[in-house]
Each structure stands twice: as structure tokens, then as C-alpha cells.
């Protein structure tokens, strides 16, 4: 499969140019004729599309989702109890006050191991497998055609990618849930995993994945195609330069900032079905319709402000930390996927032959 993968990838226009200078002696010829076969850019720990460029890409996707979920854990126990016990919980201030009254402070990290776990392997089916079906889906279109509905080609590949990654994710997720909003059943992921299996069986570890795929499949489609258009617009019209221009701490600005602003679209893409999930989790009886009756459209979307915060800030740490992820192991990083030369050639003899 990763040979096939390879070959397209050589053809793929989110490659981007090989790097051919550098300043390195000079080898024997069948060191010369290996490089050349390889295609490796000079400085690159691997090439574009190989199947260690796709292992590294989830290494860095386990990094980026792993570390920003679990820092922003206080936060989502806020936003979680917000959502399953509004009048007890009145917003982010007064539910940061009870929980630390109640729990100490402590008590704002609860729910922190299966949080780090969950999410771990969910960014490494998110990002790794992102980079493998935007591979393998571009090669099933010609170039120009690639280019032209790359926003489609994003939006299949995130979607693909988020729907193996939840299934990942959906065991830690509720056992987090359970921790952050039932009190006294459990207070770490030990206590609480045999728990729900002795009381429920392994069912309820994926009664809530349908709308978690209704929350994060939508979210994870903005998150990647957003971002990589918002790439694109960055370079084209606010970066006073060419992206080859930036330093690599330039470039990983503009994608802190591209991801910043995914992130608002995603908070508000994904929060009804968020907080359908937060209630599932809570309820082992409820169901999505009764939840959706009970809270009203007004009540889906409690909780938006912390999450929009929550979010934005999340989505834009986790493009940073795997672009940085990339500059650290070296590994390819393709610029914005540019206008084929052969429909840059045809456009122009097009425009050509309408003004004559």
C-alpha cells in the first residue's frame, strides 16, 4: 500500500518543489544514484509520502493533540459540568469557584489521564492518517483537477482520517466524562474503567461515538481544510514576503495564527453535538433525541464561550506544535500547493484567445 502511496505522492501537488541546493562534498556516483532514487531533498530526514514521512506525522499528531488537550483540562471540566448541570454550574467563573470549594484544586485536574491517553491516539489517527488519505486522494484525480477541489480533497481526507480516529478516542472519552461529572463515581481512569465495565459492559465505552463522530468529524473538517485555505490567504496577502523567505520561526507564526482562527469555526461547527456527548456520557439512560427535546436548541449551545476559548487557543497550539514537530525531525514541509504549470500555460493561452 505505502509503495503505491509513494509514487503518488511524487506527483502529488501538495508536494511542493524538491530543495536541490546544497553546500554537502561531493559523493561517489552510486550514492549519487541511491539519493536520486530515493528522491530525499538534501536535509530531509525522509521523503515526502514515505512510510516513515506518515509515522513521524502521527508521532507529531500524538505530541500536538496529547500535550494541548491535557493542558487545557481545567478548562474542559468547566465547560463539561456547564453542560450537564447548567443551574448548579452558572458559567465559567462561577464553576471554576464551586469545583475548586468543593474538590480543591486539585480537583480541576480530574479527568487528566484519560484525557492525555484519549486524545494521544486520537491525534495519531487525526494527523497521521490525514496525511495518507490527502496523499492517496489526490492520486486518484489528475493534477489539475487535484488543485482545483484541493478544499475537497482536505475535507474527505480529515473526514476519513477523524472517523478511525474516534474510534480511538470514544472509551477515554467517556470515562473522562464520568469522572468530570459524576461525583463520587470515580476519581482516575483506574477506578472508574472497571467500573463502567462491571456496571455497563464494553458497549457503554462507545455509546457515545455517533455523536462524537457528529462532533468531531465536522470539527475536524474545518479545523484542517479552514486551516489550510487560511494558509494559503496568509501567505498570499498579509506576509509581507514569500513563504520560501520566512525563517522557519516565521512560518510557524503564521501557522500559530491560521490555526487560531480554525479553531474559532470549529468550536462553533461542533458544540451542539459536544454537548449532546458531554450529556450521554452523564446519562446512561438518555438518548440523543430526549437530550435534544430536554435542553432545546438554546441549550446546545451552552457552554460555547469557554469553548470557543478553549478551542481557538487548543487548535492553534496543536498546528504549532506539529509543524514544529516536522522543523525538529526535519521532515518535508510542502509550502501551499501552487497552480499546476501546465493549467497556468492553458489559462494563459485561454486569456490569450479572448482578447484578440
Not at 502529488?12 to 530515493?38: D, K, V, W
Not at 486520537?122 to 486518484?140: D, H, I, N, P
Not at 507564526?253 to 451542539?272: D, E, L, M, N, Q
Request: a positive charge.
Amino acid at each position: 500500500m505505502f509503495s503505491s502511496l509513494l509514487e503518488v505522492a511524487r506527483n502529488s501537488p501538495f508536494r511542493g518543489p524538491l530543495t536541490t541546493t546544497h553546500c554537502e562534498p561531493a559523493l561517489p556516483a552510486a550514492e549519487i544514484q541511491g539519493m536520486a532514487a530515493s528522491a530525499v531533498p538534501v536535509g530531509d530526514s525522509c521523503e515526502f509520502g514515505s512510510p516513515k514521512y506518515f509515522a513521524l506525522c502521527g508521532l507529531g499528531g500524538i505530541l500536538s493533540c496529547g500535550i494541548t488537550h491535557t493542558a487545557v483540562v481545567p478548562l474542559d471540566l468547566v465547560k463539561c459540568r456547564l453542560q450537564v448541570d447548567a443551574e448548579k454550574y452558572k458559567n465559567v467563573i462561577n464553576g471554576f469557584k464551586v469545583s475548586v470549594r468543593e474538590e480543591g484544586m486539585r480537583g480541576l485536574a480530574k479527568g487528566w489521564a484519560p484525557t492525555f491517553i484519549g486524545y494521544s491516539l486520537q491525534g495519531l489517527c487525526k494527523f497521521g492518517l490525514y496525511e495518507v488519505f490527502k496523499v492517496g486522494y489526490s492520486g486518484l484525480l489528475d493534477e489539475e483537477t487535484a488543485y482545483t477541489y484541493r478544499t475537497f480533497v482536505y475535507l474527505a481526507a480529515s473526514a476519513s482520517a477523524e472517523f478511525f480516529a474516534d474510534i480511538a478516542l470514544s472509551p477515554l472519552e467517556a470515562a473522562k466524562v464520568r469522572i468530570q461529572t459524576m461525583p463520587g463515581f470515580a476519581n482516575t481512569l483506574r477506578e472508574a474503567w472497571p467500573k463502567m465495565v462491571q456496571n455497563e459492559g464494553y458497549g457503554t465505552f462507545y455509546k457515545g461515538l455517533v455523536p462524537l463522530w457528529g462532533r468531531q468529524i465536522p470539527y475536524t473538517m474545518m479545523k484542517f481544510a479552514c486551516f489550510e485555505k487560511t494558509v494559503e490567504l496568509l501567505y498570499k496577502y498579509v506576509v509581507p514576503k514569500p513563504r520560501a523567505q520566512c525563517s522557519k520561526g516565521e512560518q510557524l507564526v503564521v501557522t500559530f495564527a491560521a490555526g487560531y482562527i480554525a479553531g474559532v469555526f470549529c468550536a462553533i461547527v461542533s458544540h451542539p453535538a459536544d454537548t449532546v456527548v458531554s450529556k450521554l456520557n452523564q446519562d446512561k439512560t438518555a438518548t440523543i433525541g430526549s437530550i435534544v427535546g430536554k435542553l432545546g436548541w438554546a441549550g446546545v449551545w451552552k457552554g460555547l464561550g469557554p469553548r470557543i476559548i478553549m478551542i481557538g487557543t487548543l487548535t492553534a497550539l496543536q498546528w504549532f506544535i506539529y509543524d514544529a514537530v516536522k522543523v525538529w525531525l526535519r521532515m518535508p514541509r510542502p509550502p501551499p500547493p501552487e497552480m499546476p504549470e501546465s493549467m497556468r500555460k492553458r489559462l494563459e493561452a485561454e486569456e490569450a484567445a479572448k482578447s484578440k
